[in-house]
């Protein structure tokens, strides 16, 4: 493993299995995670626990990987895309109380393969971006995205689909 400039005070990487070759840049928050061999994790990303992150990936800076995202290997998060995990989100209960997890449930999401999501893209839970797929930047992705397909707008619609690397 390797962090970038050491002397940052703002690094947090609490129980996190760190494959070989693994690089972290600045202002990292990783808890609970784990990133495969040889992926670079940009400046200012955030992966929470039960977040898996495969090998040779590159997830660019502002990034948000939550609980339940599992990104296979070789994949491309360009800058500021977020993953989401509630499909109903709430600060509070009905009776007026600070929710915990106990409150909601975790919804899972895959980006299988080879994929690249563009910047500024949001995915929503539940949803699977397939082998070799394109998510064009600023898209807003609702629903699976097939493999080697190319998707782009909010909602993602398919551009393309088989599109090769």
Not at 99 to 116: F, I, P, Y
Not at 131 to 158: F, M, Q, W
Request: glycine share 10%; hydrophobic share 40%; with cysteine.
């Amino acid at each position: 493993m390797e962090i970038l400039n050491e002397d940052s005070p703002r690094r947090s990487l609490v129980n996190v299995r760190v494959g070989k070759g693994v690089r972290f840049f600045n202002f990292v928050n990783a808890y609970g995670c784990e990133v495969g061999d040889n992926s670079k994790i940009g400046s200012f990303v955030e992966i929470q626990k039960n977040a898996r992150i495969g090998r040779n990936c590159k997830i660019s800076s502002h990034s948000f990987v939550c609980e339940g995202v599992v990104i296979e290997d070789e994949v491309f998060v360009g800058h500021h895309v977020s993953f989401i995990n509630d499909k109903f989100p709430r600060a509070a209960n009905p009776d007026g109380s600070l929710q915990t997890e106990s409150d909601w449930r975790v919804e899972a999401t895959l980006v299988r393969k080879g994929a690249s999501i563009g910047t500024g893209s949001t995915i929503l839970c539940g949803v699977t971006i397939g082998e070799n797929a394109i998510v064009g930047a600023g898209s807003v992705v609702t629903r699976d995205v097939p493999s080697s397909a190319i998707v782009a707008g909010n909602p993602a619609r398919l551009l393309e689909k088989g599109a090769s690397r």
